[in-house]
């Protein structure tokens, strides 16, 4: 079987395809009558992992996640949460806690007897257990104020505690610092790693890319409801080719330049009107630089362009969407 | 584990507070309804009821009276339509303000949370009906006391206050069968659509057309089928005689209605996807 490569053409981590995956599905799809919520999505959760699940807005992740919770049927595919079919979830108990979308408790309860009255559905829970969950998401002292009365930050953590109550082995979390001022943002970011380092798998859906980066081991990228890009992190930022800036006299001449150099290919824009970014695979800024210098552009400056994940995304995305629309219309031109 | 769905169901009903609205707007009918017999005993004219020249001697308002009298003013619309509203919203309403889908994440088969509302929904109705009985008794016994039920069936019969009481209190048992059967339609709506006002609404909207249609002659041979035909089957037990095949009959029509809208209930609840 060929190797699973991501838009940009790298190899997805051999690791997601072990058998143990958190989560697995393979070709899920979810249609809403003419729209394509979801379409032949392949996505490997590994076991142990803090996993983003990235992608725009109406791109399919809540949707996905919709699948993996029950609360919606796939229309084709396959989806499996802890090596069980989602059909048969419900054989996994409190195994699995999830936080779908914005929290939602019954507001005439306190914290407490929502709490309470969501764990009697997943199994018998001890009180202790309650006062627990409670605590790591620093809602002991308001637990008996009813949750009408809460801000959307204090339901958010109380959304995160329903999720955590059954110890479950997998949390999934629809944006969970969604709405959170950065104290809270800070919270939920050190309350989900140190749950990754207690062995649970969380698998999140967010659109804070600095979040992300800053804690989650592996990501994907979805758009128009499929997988674009999947991996680890680092190693996705790492495999991508890294740009550089260069500050010339001529950036018209010096795109000449590039273009017209030996293969591998060269990609390279300007930005402004003294300065091209440049990036190619297996050639640093060293080599760039010369290839330049020996084109007779003068060089002034040489910045290495950190790559981000902010602009991993934006570039897999918005390549997704290019592909998409010159396959459109590849399709227009063919039935024309 | 398998009853926590309906423990958690009844805890969400009774810890609302339109949950004991509800019981108060009952209770504030039953103290009218005292209060007007009240005066109108004074003036009552039983000689124009029976359609001949009569002398009655004693009370002819009783606890038992009154009990029975609440059942007409309170069963045909108030009391459906408060079902209508507390049911109606034990799904739509969930769906509405996003609990639902916490709800349906908890490792519990879709068709267990629908029994747990249903019967929760049951539990209402019976709940608010024999209250309903309860406090007409209550109140009736401080006002006029107790005694015989008189009984105007286009005669007029007397029954000592122990087979008046069964009367009343079978009268009962079949009111709260025909508010299960007006539970079971509010819950069918509820699942299929997504907001609790809507469904409430709906629910009320079928019985008054039932009603019209029932009440129109041309309709008369459709008029046995519906439901509003046989939810004042509580009222066969306040005749003179009680006609047991007419009870039998009509609490069969109940129980088949509300089979039908379990029926799709379950299959719209259990098929449908959680998209709000």
């Not at chain 1, 054989?91 to 764990?119: K, M």
């Not at chain 1, 979805?222 to 930022?237: I, K, N």
């Not at chain 2, 299929?192 to 249609?213: E, R």
Request: charged share 20%; proline share 4%.
């Amino acid at each position: 079987m060929a190797a699973e490569t991501d838009v940009a053409g790298h190899p997805v981590d051999e690791a997601l395809e072990a058998d143990d995956a958190a989560i697995r599905t393979r070709g899920l799809s979810k249609r809403y009558g003419r729209v394509r919520a979801v379409d032949g999505l392949d996505l490997t959760v590994p076991r142990g992992s803090l996993f983003g699940f990235l992608g725009p807005n109406g791109a399919g992740k809540s949707t996905t996640i919709r699948m993996l919770t029950g609360l919606v049927r796939p229309t084709a595919g396959e989806a499996s949460v802890l090596g069980v079919p989602v059909a048969r979830r419900l054989t996994l108990g409190g195994r699995v806690g999830a936080l779908v979308e914005q929290p939602a408790f019954y507001a005439h309860l306190s914290a407490w007897q929502n709490l309470s009255l969501l764990a009697s559905l997943s199994g018998p829970t001890a009180r202790k257990r309650l006062e627990e969950v409670l605590a790591v998401v620093g809602l002991t002292a308001v637990a008996r104020r009813r949750v009408g009365t809460y801000s959307h930050g204090m339901r958010q953590r109380l959304g995160i505690a329903q999720a955590l109550v059954p110890r479950p082995e997998l949390l999934i979390l629809d944006e969970p610092a969604s709405g959170l001022d950065p104290e809270g943002m800070a919270e939920v970011r050190e309350l989900l790693t140190s749950l990754r380092d207690d062995g649970l798998t969380i698998f999140l859906s967010s659109h804070m890319l600095a979040e992300v980066e800053q804690t989650c081991t592996h990501v994907a990228v979805v758009a128009r409801g499929q997988v674009v890009a999947q991996g680890e992190t680092g190693g996705m930022l790492r495999g991508a080719a890294p740009g550089t800036r260069f500050v010339v006299d001529d950036p018209g001449r010096a795109l000449e330049v590039l273009a017209a150099a030996e293969p591998p290919a060269i990609e390279a824009e300007a930005v402004d009107e003294r300065t091209v970014e440049a990036r190619a695979k297996g050639r640093d800024a060293a080599e760039l630089n010369a290839i330049l210098v020996r084109g007779g552009v003068r060089v002034s400056e040489v910045t290495p362009v950190r790559r981000t994940l902010e602009s991993f995304y934006l570039e897999t995305v918005s390549n997704a969407v290019e592909e998409a629309a010159g396959t459109a219309g590849t399709s227009g031109r063919a039935g024309a | 584990m398998r009853l926590a769905p309906l423990r958690a169901e009844l805890t969400k009903l009774y810890r609302q507070r339109i949950t004991y609205a509800s019981f108060v707007v009952v209770l504030a009918l039953v103290g009218l309804v005292t209060w007007g017999s009240h005066h109108e005993a004074r003036h009552l004219d039983v000689s124009q009821r029976v359609g001949s020249e009569f002398v009655v001697a004693g009370r002819t308002i009783t606890a038992l009276f009154v009990a029975r009298a609440v059942m007409e003013v309170a069963l045909v619309v108030l009391v459906p339509m408060l079902i209508a509203v507390v049911v109606g919203a034990l799904i739509a309403g969930e769906r509405q303000n996003g609990t639902l889908r916490t709800l349906l994440t908890r490792p519990q088969p879709r068709l267990r949370v629908l029994a747990a509302k249903l019967l929760t929904g049951w539990s209402f109705a019976a709940s608010v009906t024999v209250f309903l009985g309860l406090s007409a008794l209550a109140i009736g016994q401080l006002v006029f006391g107790w005694g015989d039920l008189v009984i105007f069936d286009g005669g007029l019969t007397v029954l000592d206050p122990h087979t008046g009481l069964m009367r009343v209190a079978e009268g009962y048992a079949l009111a709260v069968a025909s508010m299960c059967s007006v539970a079971a339609l509010a819950l069918m709506m509820s699942a299929i659509f997504d907001n609790s006002m809507a469904a409430a609404g709906l629910t009320v909207a079928v019985l008054i057309v039932m009603g019209i249609v029932g009440q129109m002659p041309y309709f008369e041979h459709v008029k046995p089928y519906l439901l509003t035909a046989h939810l004042r089957v509580y009222s066969e037990m306040f005749a003179a005689t009680v006609d047991r095949a007419a009870v039998l009959t009509s609490a069969g029509y109940l129980a088949a209605y509300t089979a039908l809208t379990t029926a799709v209930a379950m299959i719209v609840f259990d098929r449908r996807d959680v998209t709000c």
